[in-house]
T-cell receptor
Framework: GAVVSQHPSRVICKSGTSVKIECRSL??????MFWYRQFPKKSLMLMAT?????????EQGVEKDKFLINHASLTLSTLTVTSAHPEDSSFYIC?????????????FGSGTRLTVV | RKEVEQDPGPFNVPEGATVAFNCTYS??????FFWYRQDCRKEPKLLMS???SGNEDGRFTAQLNRASQYISLLIRDSKLSDSATYLC?????????FGTGTSLTVIP
């Protein structure tokens, strides 16, 4: 089945630094990728939708300049948390939509647990 | 109004019990529906899609009621390994909307 590889799985960084999270579709081409954020005991909140070769669409309240998304190829999308602060600490998950629909239409990466100290 | 509403629980049930979760959605144009399972500190994984005719996969039965705009998940003969958070997901247009998740703990 469709697999999305997300790295790193866990990162601890100092306040003010930037962190890049990668999501790769391993055996299919992901024309659309979704980036979510999940707080403890809360559901996933969509941050942005990235389409290969075009600018990402951000959800209301999500800062474009803080959460930079790049979807340069059909197999790779990246989320960069710039100038991270402790309040950015969270679980970030990507998901990719397969062209053919696939497993429920999309597959999740394994998530990245970001801790900003 | 939220796109998807789901009772967060928690549901604590003994092994072997039958438990049901419901989820309502607000947009009548929503096209497809899913139940995902999320274990603690892990990513959600697809449990099953939900079809209008209802569908069953072993101990799990999913149903969709378009008229009332709700979906349900029934788990029979609960196992300890069923303990997790169950998320209902609704696809509307190009967007996927998640419920808050329902926490289930199966007790020995």
């Amino acid at each position: 089945g469709a697999v999305v590889s997300q790295h790193p799985s866990r990162v601890i960084c100092k306040s003010g630094t930037s962190v890049k999270i990668e999501c790769r579709s391993l055996d299919f081409q992901a024309t659309t990728m979704f980036w979510y954020r999940q707080f403890p005991k809360k559901s996933l909140m969509l941050m942005a939708t990235s389409n290969e070769g075009s600018k990402a669409t951000y959800e209301q309240g999500v800062e474009k300049d803080k959460f930079l998304i790049n979807h340069a190829s059909l197999t790779l999308s990246t989320l960069t948390v710039t100038s991270a602060h402790p309040e950015d600490s969270s679980f970030y998950i990507c998901s990719a939509r397969t062209r053919a629909g696939g497993q429920g239409g999309y597959t999740f990466g394994s998530g990245t647990r970001l801790t900003v100290v | 109004r939220k796109e998807v509403e789901q009772d967060p629980g928690p549901f604590n049930v003994p092994e072997g019990a039958t438990v049901a979760f419901n989820c309502t959605y607000s947009n009548s144009a929503s096209q497809s529906f899913f139940w995902y399972r999320q274990d603690c500190r892990k990513e959600p994984k697809l449990l099953m899609s939900v079809y209008s005719s209802g569908n069953e996969d072993g101990r799990f039965t999913a149903q969709l009621n378009r008229a009332s705009q709700y979906i349900s998940l029934l788990i029979r003969d609960s196992k300890l390994s069923d303990s997790a958070t169950y998320l209902c997901v609704v696809n509307t247009g190009n967007q996927f909307y998640f419920g808050t998740g329902t926490s289930l703990t199966v007790i020995p």
